[in-house]
């Protein structure tokens, strides 16, 4: 009984009548990876912020080491020993490792606001030989990386004496060997008895790390597992709320002409000397890890940046891309890698969105026609179905795979021969995430050339009928659907064991 | 929405209270001369709005209106007749100038506030060395009509500001461009992924807003019949103020031309209002703060909801 160190039980809260937790349960033991899943909208963030002391439950109560309490807000929470390392980090840049980490709290001459620089050194250095941290107290945090900032917020709760650590999707923005590092570090973290509710999407993670799992679903509580007694189908089905045949829905489409033929494109230091082409009908693989310069061959092909040299041929014409609007011309659509800050106008409507790039279409000279407009978006979402309320409505206030449909719809809008996908699911809920496969899928099925970066591997899998592997700017393999394995891919990938 | 309203509540409020308080306010006269005395900051105010929804600022209008001024001044001062002339190379020179602080900041990267800070004082000094300091006298009749006339009861500045919302509003809603705009100050690296030519649009911004600022300086000294190198010192702030009283974002891709318009208005009818009470000149610089901060913060509190 003693092992158990958080209790939740009958965690309900409502906002306008809806509600968003009921009756929802969690249990954390000592020192156990505790993951929390569900799609977006189960009520996983809410429960997090509860516990965090951000929001206040209608219903239910806490027992935290054995004893009831009340969060009544997030220094509460932190008094308790609860702390929430946030999906966005917030260091600040220009302070050091050790002011970061005391901040609010330096260690003074008694009496004075001076500080005992000595002190405050010498307690970060203990901090940081613990976590077998490589930068020094005095180095500055801007210059760290984004794996390096998260470990040090994880020091940062550790030095207040954390005793429960919450994670929300901590590596989204991890490459894979800073992910190594992260779990290097939870497993301390266990060692140490602190326990971890860790939230994320991504399934490997899911079951490399975790000990047990909790499901909700609808802001309910579908059920919680051993990790060990689990499989990835049975834990989605848990999140759907329905069984899924294949999430992966891959069909043989018909492989025709040529579409694209990339030569030797090269833009130092990102990547060299990339040669590869894509037919109607195909999808294209790109795996790789993080940093492999998969997503600057795209920006360089798109006309975001400018490539060094190379060639590239769309149905068999050389043609010139200086600018986007060039590649757009030429029938090439980017679905880039980061909705918010590439993809979308977040303080725009659905529609003006959806036809920022095809507004050329769409126009009488310079004016825009409001009636072809709404027709092509209608035209659009007869296909795609986008959960809105109505077209006016912020993009903002969408869902993230409800936004990234708008940016699908958008880029089908330009009709293009080629679409480009980078990382097309990511932050995506499972549900969403079918949907989107099924609609690359049919378009391939359509006769759209389709090229998809991804570090997913399962989804570089499933859904391409080739692969190319890429490493450190270069393409290090290409192989066909179902000729390789994850394995084989990491392998390839990494490259005779030459790791950055 | 709900904003919008809150602003023209704020606009009727203000009138209502001053036709109480004051026998004159409600006089045609009287609000003719207020829509006179606006249209001049209204003209500024609707290409500023164009400026800051892109995310940008243009400090530097006060001095464009000068160099306009100055430039269409001495055109009719030598040949009378030449309005036509004098409105087209006045405002051509404010927008070549508006041009090169749009490229300053699209092409050389440097941040709007600051080219056109530069432009604020570069632009000053062309207006002085043209006249060597010393304002050019206006004695053509065709040229004082544009901002002493009457058509019918309407003062023709009212008329040319009336045209220019028109116009604008049509660019704004109507055109790709207008789009363009909003897209730029939503999100620069989308916009330009989804194919927008930014630095383009950008640089036609500010050369709108150039060719609004001469206008504003044409009629500003045709009104004071003087070609004025010091003229339109200030201006810029009055203009900032009605656009963020409007309910456009600093931060650019929020905001609309007729939170613009009204914003002018309230800025016209509380000075008019204050005139008419005799409140001290420096009593209503304090006032007019007073507003301004009110109005951000109220934007603040509604964006929170």
Redesign the interface.
């Known amino acids: 009984m003693s092992d158990i160190v958080l209790q939740m039980r009958g965690i309900t809260k409502s906002y306008f009548g809806v509600k968003a937790l009921d009756g929802v349960s969690l249990e954390v033991r000592k020192g156990e990876v505790h993951a929390l899943m569900g799609e977006n909208g189960a009520g996983k963030s809410t429960l997090m912020k509860i516990l965090s002391g951000l929001v206040k439950p209608d219903a239910g109560e806490i027992e935290f080491e054995g004893s009831q309490v009340q969060i009544a807000d997030p220094q509460a929470a932190l008094n308790l020993g609860i702390a929430m390392i946030h999906q966005e980090l917030n260091p600040i840049p220009e302070m050091t490792v050790a002011e970061n980490i005391f901040l609010g709290r330096e260690p003074r001459y008694p009496g004075t606001p001076f500080i005992r620089r000595k002190q405050l050194e010498e307690q970060t250095r203990r901090l940081l030989e613990e976590f077998q941290f490589r930068a020094g107290p005095n180095t500055k945090v801007g210059t760290l990386s984004v794996a390096q900032k998260q470990m040090l917020e994880i020091i940062k709760a550790i030095s207040y004496n954390a005793k429960l650590i919450i994670m929300d999707e901590p590596t989204s923005a991890l490459s894979e060997n800073e992910v190594k590092t992260l779990f290097q570090t939870i497993d301390r973290l266990k060692k140490q008895g602190v326990p971890v509710v860790y939230i994320s999407h991504r399934m490997e993670e899911i079951f490399s790390i975790t000990d047990r799992i909790t499901v909700l679903r609808d802001g309910k509580l579908i059920g919680v597992r051993n990790t060990g007694d689990t499989e990835v189908d049975g834990l989605i089905s848990m999140m759907v709320g329905r069984p899924l045949d294949a999430i992966y829905p891959k069909e043989d489409a018909l492989i025709g002409e040529t579409v694209l033929e990339v030569r030797g494109l090269t833009r130092l230091p990102y990547f060299k000397d990339i040669s590869f082409s894509v037919k109607q009908g195909e999808i294209l693989g790109i795996a790789g890890l993080m940093g492999a310069g998969r997503s600057e061959v795209m920006r360089a092909l798109?006309g975001?940046d400018r490539a060094d040299g190379g060639e590239v041929l769309m149905s068999g014409e050389k043609i010139r891309i200086k600018?986007?609007?060039d590649?757009?011309?030429h029938g090439i659509a980017?679905v880039?890698e980061d909705r918010k800050?590439?993809?979308?106008?977040?303080?725009?409507s659905i529609r003006?969105n959806m036809t920022?790039?095809s507004?050329?279409r769409i126009?009488a000279g310079?004016?825009?026609s409001r009636s072809a407009e709404a027709a092509a978006c209608d035209d659009m979402l007869a296909g795609i179905r986008i959960k809105m309320n109505r077209m006016e409505q912020e993009v903002l206030t969408l869902s993230g795979g409800n936004q990234q449909k708008v940016v699908i719809a958008?880029w089908l809008l330009t009709s293009p021969k080629l679409l480009i996908l980078d990382e097309p699911t990511r932050g995506i809920d499972v549900g969403a995430k079918a949907e989107i496969y099924r609609m690359i899928s049919k378009l391939a099925r359509e006769g759209l050339a389709i090229v998809m970066v991804s570090s997913e591997l399962p989804e570089v899998l499933g859904m391409s009928d080739r692969i190319l592997v890429m490493g450190e700017g270069e393409i290090r393999g290409e192989f066909l659907r179902g000729e390789i394995t994850q394995e084989q891919i990491l392998e390839c990938a990494l490259g005779g064991g030459r790791i950055a | 929405m709900m904003r919008k309203y809150g602003l023209i509540a704020i606009l009727l409020g203000a009138v209502v209270i001053l036709s109480l308080v004051s026998d004159t306010f409600l006089t045609v006269t009287n609000l003719m001369n207020v829509l006179r005395q606006v249209s001049i900051n209204g003209i500024l105010a609707v290409g500023m709005t164009f400026i800051i929804l892109t995310a940008g600022i243009d400090l530097s209008i006060g001095s464009l209106m000068a160099v306009a001024a100055v430039i269409a001044t001495s055109i009719v001062a030598h040949d009378p007749g030449a309005v036509g002339w004098a409105l087209l190379a006045g405002v051509a020179a404010s927008g070549l100038l508006g041009g090169v602080s749009g490229t300053m900041s699209a092409k050389l990267n440097v941040a709007p506030f600051v080219a056109t800070l530069a432009m604020m004082t570069i632009a000053r000094g062309i207006a002085l060395i043209y006249t060597n300091g010393r304002p050019i006298v206006v004695s053509s009749d065709p040229f004082k009509f544009l901002g002493q006339g009457y058509i019918g009861p309407i003062p023709v500045p009212v008329l040319i500001f009336i045209a220019v919302t028109a116009v604008m509003g049509i660019v704004l809603y109507?055109?790709?461009?207008g789009?363009y705009v909003?897209?730029i100050g939503?999100?620069e690296?989308?916009?330009?992924?989804?194919?927008?030519?930014v630095d383009r649009v950008k640089i036609w911004v500010y050369v709108i807003n150039g060719f609004l600022a001469g206008l504003a300086g044409i009629l500003l000294s045709s009104r004071i019949s003087s070609g004025q190198p010091n003229s339109g010192m200030g201006y810029e702030l009055d203009a900032i103020a009605a656009v963020v009283i409007g309910g456009t974002s600093l931060f650019g891709?929020?905001g609309s031309l007729l939170g613009t318009i009204v914003g002018v208005l309230i800025i016209g009818v509380i000075n008019n209002g204050l005139n008419l009470l005799d409140v001290s000149s420096y009593w209503q610089q304090i006032i007019k703060g007073l507003i301004i901060a009110g109005a951000v913060i109220l934007d603040q509190r509604a964006k929170r909801n």
């Open positions: 798109f975001i600018h986007p609007s590649a757009i011309r980017f880039t800050e590439l993809g979308l106008v977040l303080s725009r003006e920022l790039a507004l050329s126009s310079p004016f825009v958008k | 109507k055109t790709k461009f789009r909003y897209a939503g999100n690296n989308a916009s330009k992924i989804s194919g927008i030519r891709g929020r």
